[in-house]
């Protein structure tokens, strides 16, 4: 595996593969990888593409008051795990070389920025649109890889995808979770054993919620409250948002012919954190 | 020539010429081509470019209360211009085929759209920048070729290919002026014969104060100043701005060991005009 860590050397890297006409997929992360990581990669390399994780905990999309410094990080352990899982290369840049002097260019996405996390975490989306924005012109890849558990950050990649014409498929991956139900998530390393032992209790009241549209409730404010007052019995907890979606569009919307998403968002503590489930 | 109206088909053209291996010239242009247009075009065609024009007034771009609707428009007489050239392809889409419903991805500089053009026109670099950046990823060209007559716009371009790392180069290409010194433009066709009479006296002032300049003024304010009461002493002009920048990042400056650009804007009747000198 290539680890490259400036411009230069990954331009050089990606026209060389361009060169022999490999397909080119990238992985775009923040380190600190878990199973859903590795399903990102699996898919990819699956593909049989030549397989690019970018490991970058991308300053620009963490609040003042959010946990930049405290995110997990730990380049040796990532390092030879994606070597180890046949990744060609890892692209691990400073924040200097991503973000030079006189950098300004901002990216927004108006309507999907201004709800859910985009609505608790101001800032949050511009910061992933413009680095995500920069990963796909520097590795041009065929196909770029996003796991499910962030699912407005999926819709928020597509939707720039779509509006800039970027020339590539945005592969959404299913949320990969731990045994009793747990999103895997780098945040769950702050959770105390305490704290863990509560936190499965954000993907059953997903899934409660999403028996409850499929035995014919439409109403979401019905839903949403449900699942909002069976969290709310669990003290370490508090909502955040539960709110149903148009899958799409991701405008509030109650339950009809269109595809939706239950969202889900708490804190445990000083952690936050987030899932969902798909309708079909 | 090509004349491409879709997405689709711009795309399945690119790929194909990208397969043959040759490089690619993207000239954005807004129609109602002159001569300075057509030296964008040269400039292509002599890189031994597949050149690609394209021909799109950009709503965006444009303040509720600016000239959109009688920006001049003649798409038989461009499409014969840039044929007769040795234009390769002519990609002219409609605005909904550019912004479908939905569409919301924003781009903003807000360093550089904080003053001049930027401050007299909100909005305007925004509309910019977001659909040079959609006909950046539909057209991937290796450059792309920009007039020095718009130098705001030009920089923003330089800066946001920088910041989002567009793998291409922005080839700038030197004003094109009448006889009289006028800077080629669209919207010099809409100044009645005497409103014309007087236009040239704002090359005429920025020619002044690059002589200024030259012969040892290095104070901005001076220079601005004169520019500003020669340009007064014509009843039909209003001045917008004249000032003295830095080249690169566009902040005003005295004039030093730098390069330095001075920046001029004015009002003649309805119509604004805008040029521009460098001082090495």
């Known amino acids: ?10 331009r050089a890297y990606i026209n060389s593969i361009r060169e022999q006409r490999y397909t080119v997929g990238l992985v ?26 970018s490991l970058f ?26 070597a180890d899982f046949g990744v060609h290369a890892l692209f691990a840049p400073t924040a200097s070389e991503m973000y030079p ?19 608790i975490r101001p800032g949050h989306f511009d910061g992933v649109a413009a680095v995500c924005a920069k990963l796909f012109n520097l590795v041009q890849p065929q196909r770029a890889y996003f796991g499910q558990k962030d699912y407005q950050q999926l819709v928020l990649i597509q939707r720039m ?20 139900g747990l999103a895997m998530s780098s945040r769950n390393a702050y ?3 305490e704290e863990r032992a509560v936190a ?15 035995q014919g409730e439409h109403k979401s404010a019905a839903i949403e409250e449900q699942a909002v007052h069976f969290l709310a019995e669990e003290p370490l ?3 955040d948002y539960i709110k149903v979606a148009d899958a799409e569009m991701l405008e509030p919307a109650d339950l009809g012919d269109r595809p939706a998403v239950i969202l889900g968002a708490i804190r445990i503590g000083s952690t936050r954190l987030i899932d969902n489930i798909l309708l079909k």
């Open 1 to 10: 595996m290539r680890v490259i860590n400036t411009i230069h050397s990954l």
């Open 28 to 53: 775009p992360t923040m380190g600190a990888f878990h199973e859903g990581h590795l399903a990102l990669m699996r898919r990819s390399l699956e593909n049989g593409d030549c397989t690019v994780v």
């Open 57 to 82: 905990v991308n300053p620009t999309q963490f609040g003042p008051k959010e946990d930049l410094e405290k995110y997990p990080r730990d380049f040796n352990r990532d390092s030879q795990l994606a």
């Open 101 to 119: 002097e006189g950098f300004q260019t901002h990216i927004s996405l108006p309507k999907i920025r201004s709800r859910y996390e985009g609505e």
């Open 161 to 180: 995808v779509c509006d800039l014409n970027f020339s590539m498929e945005i592969v959404p991956v299913p949320t990969v979770r731990e045994p009793d």
């Open 191 to 193: 959770l105390s054993p």
């Open 200 to 214: 499965p209790r954000l993907y059953l009241a997903l899934r409660q919620a999403a028996e409850m549209a499929e």
């Open 237 to 239: 907890i508090k909502v």
